[in-house]
């Protein structure tokens, strides 16, 4: 069979340009002759479309374009994701579902099976699952349809298994002798590697080819990373989709041969997987230009860096708040990295408005020696005049701050966390020197000082990072350890790590957690991030 996979790049709840999506990519299908365009899933709605699925017009809308969609085929198949309406009740009023459509009409519908409900997704508080998946007759196969989740529970794959089912290996014992799976899989670290080798050892199971079409493209926290694949009856790849962009793939099952493997590295993964996301972000939500801080720090470069390749120079504003603790050479940074991007450079210093500030609150004040106060007067200071510039201009603000500072509250509310678009704030601080010496790797981007020098907020004489925090290698390993793989504090310094240093780094992780609840969106990139995915009570006493 001759197929084309479709790697759109859809915007949710734009019913109107997610048809016409649809149709351009179908009318392309049709011209090349292909016999079945296959599309990601819920294509249509687009996803995640969250409690939009609870509004009866929009699932109504959405259905009235299957119609259109369906009505507008002919001899070229078609195979796209929709919101469906669940016709057995009770249960949940809508299901997660695909249309395959040919001649002028659908031809076959089938509900998602598994509904995955941990981490960020939610879907069973919106869709009741199918009971059953059979094959479908098409262009003299019996080709079995699957949707995202319902591939990802081979129990010869999985060690410890979410669910009983396993649908795709139950549409090959019904006889189904070609596997599609239209899926929006959300990308993070490591996500390629795994998904490529649970692809492959399905195939080869199943002894049969599989066809897995991704979405592409950033919807709010969540990216998708596209990397649409065609395996041969082996596990062998016979295609694979564009990382990070929209692409077209067509191939033929019976005729294709096997293609080699490319693998990026982590780095420029991660570097095009957040420069997708801030693009698609701002625009998106109707944004065409940014603005963001710059220190001269590492953190604020890389910003800097991701919003110029996302949204053009000519889009991109930096603004330095110096104050009588910033330093020339932060200064001169924060300049040089301006002009290595061509992006816009103001000025606009802080001292004498933090100053007058404090000077007004002198007498409540009053006998109190100075402390982290003053610090955060002038992290808010920064806020004030980087919101002010936002809504001049209609830019949105984006954040710079790194999920080291932001597990432990090294950031101020209403200061530096200021912003629509937490850019950075699911990279660990080691990984944001990675990626900066990788940008560099061609020619100095970021200036050299502001990754070799130590990190500092300057906002006392003489002060860096380390002063209030454990080294960021340390840091970033307990991190790892406590939020992203589930340890317990005991099990973290079983592998070595200091229990003083430990115990006080889960406290700040812990007691951080209403902040980080106030924290503008960010791009989730590993496989725990802040926000939607981990749902910590802040009036809590938890303690292990």
């Known amino acids: 069979m001759k197929i084309a996979l479709a790697q759109i790049n859809t915007v949710v709840g734009d019913l109107q340009g997610n048809e016409a999506r649809i149709q351009a990519a179908y009318q392309r299908g049709v011209r090349e002759g292909v016999d079945l365009v296959v599309l990601p899933e819920l ?10 699925l609870l509004r009866p017009d929009f699932v109504e809308q959405n259905l009235a374009v299957v119609d259109r969609l369906a009505a507008a085929t002919c001899t070229t198949g078609l195979l796209a994701g929709y919101v469906g309406r669940n016709a057995t009740r009770p249960g949940r009023e809508t299901t997660n579902a695909a249309a395959l459509m040919q001649h002028g009409r659908i031809l076959a519908t089938r509900t998602k099976t598994l509904l995955p409900t941990y981490d960020v997704f939610d879907e069973d508080r919106y869709f009741e699952p199918a009971t059953e998946n059979l094959p479908v007759e098409f262009s003299g196969h019996r080709i079995g349809v699957t949707i995202c989740e319902d591939i990802w529970n081979d129990e010869d794959f999985w060690r410890d298994r979410r669910y009983r089912r396993n649908p795709a290996m139950e549409l090959v014992a019904a006889g189904a002798t070609l596997l599609f799976n239209i899926s929006a899989s959300p990308w993070h670290l490591g996500k390629n590697h795994t998904r490529r080798l649970m692809l492959s050892s399905l195939a080869a199971k199943a002894r049969c080819p599989l066809v897995y079409c991704n979405l592409t493209g950033g919807n709010d926290e969540l990216i998708f990373d596209g990397a649409s694949l ?26 294709a041969h096997s293609v080699a493997e490319s693998d990026a590295g982590e780095e420029e993964m991660l570097y095009h997987a957040l420069v997708m996301g801030v693009r698609d972000y701002l625009h998106k939500c109707g944004f065409k230009s940014a603005v963001l801080g710059l220190s001269g720090g590492i953190d604020s470069a890389l910003v800097a860096c991701l919003a110029a390749e996302a949204l053009g120079p000519e889009n991109v504003l ?6 009588q603790f910033s330093s020339q050479g932060s200064l001169d940074d924060a300049r ?19 100053l007058t500030l404090k000077e007004q609150l002198q007498p409540v004040f009053a006998g109190r020696p100075e402390d982290v106060t003053e610090e955060n ?7 004030v005049i980087l919101m002010a510039v936002s809504n001049k201009f209609g830019s949105l603000l984006l954040t710079t701050g790194n999920k080291s500072e932001m597990a432990v509250g090294y950031c101020t509310l209403y200061g530096d966390m200021c912003g629509g678009l937490a850019v950075i704030s699911d990279v660990p601080k080691m990984m944001v020197y990675r990626l900066a010496r990788w940008i560099n790797q061609e020619r100095e981007i970021i200036p050299q000082a502001s990754i070799t020098k130590p990190p500092s907020a300057e906002l006392r004489p003489n002060q860096t ?10 840091l970033d390993a307990i991190l790892e350890a406590y939020v992203v793989e589930g340890k317990s504090p005991r099990q973290i310094v079983a592998a070595g790590h200091e229990p003083a240093v430990v115990q006080r780094v889960v406290k700040l992780i812990n007691g951080a957690e209403y902040k980080r609840r106030q924290a503008a969106p960010g791009l989730k990139v590993t496989s725990k ?16």
């Open 465 to 474: 990072d380390q002063d209030s925090l454990p080294p960021y290698e340390v």
């Open 318 to 323: 930096g603004i330095s708040m110096p104050s």
């Open 43 to 52: 294509a249509v709605a687009g996803y995640p479309p969250r409690d939009l």
């Open 529 to 544: 991030a802040f926000g939607l995915g981990r749902r910590i009570p802040i009036a809590q006493k938890c303690r292990e």
């Open 377 to 383: 007067v002038q992290a808010r200071l920064r806020g």
């Open 230 to 255: 065609v395996l041969d009856a082996s596990g062998g790849l016979l295609a694979r989709g564009a990382r990070f962009a929209e692409d077209w793939l067509t191939v033929d099952t019976e005729a």
């Open 336 to 354: 040089e990295l301006a002009h290595n991007l061509g992006i816009r450079y103001e000025v606009v210093p802080i001292q004498s408005a933090f």
